[in-house]
T-cell receptor
Framework: DAKTTQPPSMDCAEGRAANLPCNHS???????VYWYRQIHSQGPQYIIH???NNETNEMASLIITEDRKSSTLILPHATLRDTAVYYC???????????FGTGTRLLVSP | SAVISQKPSRDICQRGTSLTIQCQVD?????MFWYRQQPGQSLTLIAT?????????ESGFVIDKFPISRPNLTFSTLTVSNMSPEDSSIYLC???????????FGQGTRLTVV
C-alpha cells in the first residue's frame, strides 16, 4: 500500500505558484520523499527528492516539515505544460522500488 | 540520467495470444522494474527484473502470466501471456541506477487486447 496521502485534484492559474501537499506520517528515518509527475500518455518524470532539508532544482522546490510527516511540492510559476498527475512517494535510496499512490491531478488554466 | 527505449510503443492483440515488450537502457543499471498502469489508474509494480536470476514478483502477479528476462545489465523483456481484455494497460519499464539517484521510466507500451 502507498504510504502517502494526496488530494485527488487541484487547480492553478497560469503564472501562479502551485503548492501540492503530501502527507506521509509513517515515513521512516531512512526513507526519502520523491516527487514524480506523469503528463498524459507519457512515462513518469522525476521532479525532485529530499530527506529532511528543503530542496530546490530547476523544476521545483520541495519543503519537508521538521517532523518529516508531510511535504509540499512548489512549482513557482506554473505553465499549461505543468498540467499532469503528480505523485508523492516515500522510498529508500538504493532500492528504487516505488509504490505509487493515486496522486494529485493538477490542472493549470490560462 | 538514463535513456530508456521501450518497444513496441503500442499494440493491439487478439485474446489468447502473447506479447513480449522490450526495454533497452543506454547504460548499465543495477535495478530494472516493470509496472502496469490500467486505464485511469495509478502505476502498480509487477516485478523486479534481476540480472542472472529469476524475477521477483509482487503480490498478485505470477511468472506464468508475466515471464520476465534480464540477460544483461542494459536489457529486459516482459511477456504478457495468454492475454485477455483485462490485460489492456500501459506497461512501463523503470530503472534505478544506483544509490541516491532517481528512477527513470520508459515511455510505456500501450496494449489493447480485443
Amino acid at each position: 500500500d502507498a504510504k502517502t496521502t494526496q488530494p485527488p485534484s487541484m487547480d492553478c492559474a497560469e503564472g501562479r505558484a502551485a503548492n501540492l501537499p503530501c502527507n506521509h506520517s509513517t515515513i521512516s528515518g531512512n526513507e526519502y520523499v520523491y516527487w514524480y509527475r506523469q503528463i498524459h500518455s507519457q512515462g513518469p518524470q522525476y521532479i525532485i527528492h529530499g530527506l529532511k532539508n528543503n530542496e530546490t532544482n530547476e523544476m521545483a522546490s520541495l519543503i519537508i516539515t521538521e517532523d518529516r510527516k508531510s511535504s509540499t511540492l512548489i512549482l513557482p510559476h506554473a505553465t499549461l505544460r505543468d498540467t499532469a498527475v503528480y505523485y508523492c512517494i516515500v522510498a529508500n535510496t538504493g532500492f528504487q522500488k516505488l509504490v505509487f499512490g493515486t496522486g494529485t491531478r493538477l490542472l493549470v488554466s490560462p | 540520467s538514463a535513456v530508456i527505449s521501450q518497444k513496441p510503443s503500442r499494440d493491439i492483440c487478439q485474446r489468447g495470444t502473447s506479447l513480449t515488450i522490450q526495454c533497452q537502457v543506454d547504460s548499465q543499471v543495477t535495478m530494472m522494474f516493470w509496472y502496469r498502469q490500467q486505464p485511469g489508474q495509478s502505476l502498480t509494480l509487477i516485478a523486479t527484473a534481476n540480472q542472472g536470476s529469476e524475477a521477483t514478483y509482487e503480490s498478485g502477479f505470477v511468472i506464468d502470466k508475466f515471464p520476465i528476462s534480464r540477460p544483461n545489465l542494459t536489457f529486459s523483456t516482459l511477456t504478457v501471456s495468454n492475454m485477455s481484455p483485462e490485460d489492456s494497460s500501459i506497461y512501463l519499464c523503470s530503472v534505478g541506477a544506483n544509490k541516491n539517484t532517481e528512477a527513470f521510466f520508459g515511455q510505456g507500451t500501450r496494449l489493447t487486447v480485443v
